[in-house]
């Protein structure tokens, strides 16, 4: 199971992006889907995490700016970002706990980050 995660970039300060995570290989399943980010010289913190049942969680840094989401049918989710300010900026990654096809336990699968610039 492979990660990819893409959409990062440079933005002004009050801008969008839109990141993206697609998971491939030989998946039964995928439970919770989380993105995390890393800014230099602090410790990786959770952004928003969705369920399976498309309940969301977002800490109060960035609740009411960004949006989680996930497509299901192509083992994918989303991370919509809006009003970013400089304190965004960070490496983004993106988590799944999946299921492979041959095993009995979820596994939780990390992409290999994508940089988020916000700075004018």
């Known amino acids: 199971v492979q990660l990819q995660a893409s959409g990062g970039g440079l933005v002004q300060p009050g801008g969008s992006l839109r990141l993206s995570c697609a998971a491939s290989g030989s998946i039964f399943s995928i439970n919770v889907m989380a993105w995390y980010r890393q800014a230099p010289g602090k410790q990786r913190e959770l952004v928003a995490f969705?369920?399976?049942?498309?309940?969301?969680n977002y800490p109060d840094s960035v609740k009411g700016r960004f949006t989680i989401s996930r497509d299901n049918a192509e083992n994918t989710m989303y991370l919509q970002m809006n009003s970013l300010k400089s304190e965004d900026s960070a490496v983004y990654y993106c988590?799944?706990?999946?299921?492979?096809?041959?095993?009995?336990?979820?596994?939780?699968?990390w992409g290999q980050g994508t940089l988020v610039t916000v700075s004018s």
């Open positions: 969705i369920r399976t049942d498309g309940s969301t």
């Open positions: 988590t799944m706990d999946v299921l492979g096809a041959t095993q009995d336990l979820f596994k939780r699968y």
